[in-house]
């Protein structure tokens, strides 16, 4: 079982990489090696198998050629250009988010072996005037690049998957938190930073009302999502293999009273509260109704409580914990 | 007004561009010239303006470049190869259906205009498991490369009209009944033979029984509908530059019926039912229960009944008529 994780330098990638060298198994199979590829060349966890790690631009066909042979079993593409950079650069999205995509795919269907490949998609494939909730059968509608980008890219998947080129499967992840490290560029940015600066001693702004609601799920569950996601049968995803992967709806006071149950009342006091319109403007139109019943079917979960993402975090994460 | 059909020499591009040549404007503004692009040079109609034809692959950027200029002011993207091709050649269907389409968007989009552009997807985007009826909002879920291919164009077209770079709308054409000219390989050639040869005096091939349900619409509405699609306001379309383009269901057995009603009794006897396992196949699957509220909102129109289809046919395209 050799795999190679395409954005294995990002919070996902890393924290995936470090579960499976504890793991030393997938699909079944002992893992042989690993390979962790991103524009850096990532850090490499401790693991019981050989882990390389690789440079790699995927809007560079040749680059991706040269990362994945007859001998890769398992590709997670997790690389992309996130959604405020792609949304103000747009060739570069275009370039990764769209043509990486479809160079991986390509190399893919070059070789006589079918990877098995798990794509990261989003919840930012949703958007505009659709019903709620969401369900498994409703549109995406993307409001951004990013969004536009990653709904073509579960397109590519399903249907190189069709094909018999890869064995794919495409997750569409919830904002993820409490995310580890530093504030970003993210309109979502707030969403992981007014638990995770609190929590390092430090103040944190909310941009958002305390009734303000979002669809949430923990990095420690999001790896568990993504393992089984590459281990269940392809056939038992039916017509599409795209799906929602499940969280859960949490308010920020829900989250904050959550952070309070498990660390105490005094890192509740270092959030505040400062309106952002600009913020406001863009996530208000992002779901947080949704009904990911197809990945429940199939054995993906979401967190149990919000309580259970600070202690993930406080645990795996917290700086000197 | 400056009008390019790429796709021209088509059997909507050539009715299309009749029609347009007819009316002398759109938009509300004379017709000044047209261009007729296709891979091989399209007839020219008779015309109150200067009409071009001029041999264009899509999948050659720089020759789309020449097509496309500051003085665009419409774009009809019709060109496109078809689903059973795209299915045997996955190369060429990749090349033009997304490539083609891509360069034609990044092109507008080099250019300081924003020109309309009307792209055809086909309803063959959808299918898999979705509740019946398909509304605006249902997932497009694809089971065919060329239905992948129509369903990133739609999404390519969305995101480049949300950004500024073309005014786009993209409507999912139904079946056309009934088509002119030749049987053709796709599997939905006989849904317009069953019709076309017998009242040429010819046999035809039925692979259906009588209650076999499909979505239709005449060429001459599809032309109309195209034109009012040009003229729509594009902010009226709401979050989403998609949508279905009205048609009707019919069984085999209406459509028969229609035809005897228009032409009488004899043209019915040439048909000959024999059953085609592998075409039922595929044709089975294909959605016929749906819901184009979105378009009818806007003044897109279905055919009023599958006689009117027959008459047209027999006004429009029966040879020596």
């Given at each position: 079982?050799?795999?190679?994780?395409?954005?294995?330098?990002?919070?996902?990638?890393?924290?995936?990489?470090?579960?499976?060298a504890e793991r030393g198994e997938l699909r079944g199979q002992t893992i042989s090696s690993m390979v962790l590829a991103d524009i850096a060349d990532p850090p490499q966890p401790e693991a019981p198998f050989p882990v390389a790690s690789?440079?790699?631009?995927?809007?560079?066909?040749?680059?991706?050629?040269?990362?994945?042979?007859?001998?890769?079993?398992?590709?997670?593409?997790?690389?992309?250009?996130?959604?405020?950079?792609?949304?103000?650069?747009?060739?570069?999205?275009?370039?990764?988010?769209?043509?990486?995509?479809?160079?991986?795919?390509?190399?893919?269907?070059?070789?006589?072996?079918?990877?098995?490949?798990?794509?990261?998609?989003?919840?930012?494939?949703?958007?505009?005037?659709?019903?709620?909730?969401?369900?498994?059968?409703?549109?995406?509608?993307?409001?951004?690049?990013?969004?536009?980008?990653?709904?073509?890219?579960?397109?590519?998947?399903?249907?190189?998957?069709?094909?018999?080129?890869?064995?794919?499967?495409?997750?569409?992840?919830?904002?993820?938190?409490?995310?580890?490290?530093?504030?970003?560029?993210?309109?979502?940015?707030?969403?992981?930073?007014?638990?995770?600066?609190?929590?390092?001693?430090?103040?944190?702004?909310?941009?958002?009302?305390?009734?303000?609601?979002?669809?949430?799920?923990?990095?420690?569950?999001?790896?568990?999502?993504?393992?089984?996601?590459?281990?269940?049968?392809?056939?038992?995803?039916?017509?599409?293999?795209?799906?929602?992967?499940?969280?859960?709806?949490?308010?920020?006071?829900?989250?904050?009273?959550?952070?309070?149950?498990?660390?105490?009342?005094?890192?509740?006091?270092?959030?505040?509260?400062?309106?952002?319109?600009?913020?406001?403007?863009?996530?208000?139109?992002?779901?947080?109704?949704?009904?990911?019943?197809?990945?429940?079917?199939?054995?993906?979960?979401?967190?149990?409580?919000?309580?259970?993402?600070?202690?993930?975090?406080?645990?795996?994460?917290?700086?000197?914990?």
């Amino acid at each position: 079982m050799n795999i190679l994780i395409i954005g294995g330098g990002g919070v996902v990638g890393q924290k995936l990489a470090r579960r499976l060298a504890e793991r030393g198994e997938l699909r079944g199979q002992t893992i042989s090696s690993m390979v962790l590829a991103d524009i850096a060349d990532p850090p490499q966890p401790e693991a019981p198998f050989p882990v390389a790690s690789a440079s790699c631009d995927i809007s560079d066909a040749a680059a991706v050629a040269g990362l994945i042979d007859e001998s890769t079993d398992v590709i997670y593409l997790l690389a992309a250009v996130v959604s405020a950079h792609a949304e103000s650069d747009f060739d570069i999205g275009m370039r990764v988010n769209l043509h990486g995509v479809l160079n991986v795919l390509e190399r893919c269907r070059a070789l006589q072996s079918a990877p098995v490949l798990v794509f990261t998609s989003s919840l930012a494939v949703f958007g505009g005037d659709v019903p709620d909730p969401i369900e498994d059968w409703t549109i995406p509608n993307p409001q951004t690049s990013y969004g536009a980008q990653k709904a073509i890219g579960e397109l590519l998947v399903n249907d190189y998957s069709r094909r018999g080129f890869i064995d794919g499967r495409a997750f569409r992840l919830p904002t993820i938190s409490v995310r580890p490290g530093k504030p970003n560029l993210a309109a979502s940015s707030f969403m992981s930073s007014i638990i995770r600066e609190p929590l390092n001693g430090q103040e944190a702004v909310c941009p958002v009302d305390l009734d303000f609601p979002h669809y949430y799920l923990s990095p420690r569950r999001c790896v568990e999502n993504l393992i089984l996601g590459a281990e269940i049968d392809g056939d038992a995803m039916g017509s599409s293999r795209s799906m929602m992967m499940p969280g859960r709806t949490w308010t920020i006071g829900q989250m904050i009273d959550a952070m309070t149950a498990v660390a105490g009342p005094d890192p509740a006091k270092l959030i505040r509260f400062e309106e952002q319109p600009e913020i406001n403007a863009i996530v208000k139109g992002w779901k947080y109704d949704l009904n990911p019943a197809k990945a429940l079917s199939l054995g993906l979960k979401a967190d149990d409580s919000f309580e259970d993402n600070v202690r993930y975090y406080i645990k795996d994460d917290l700086p000197g914990a």
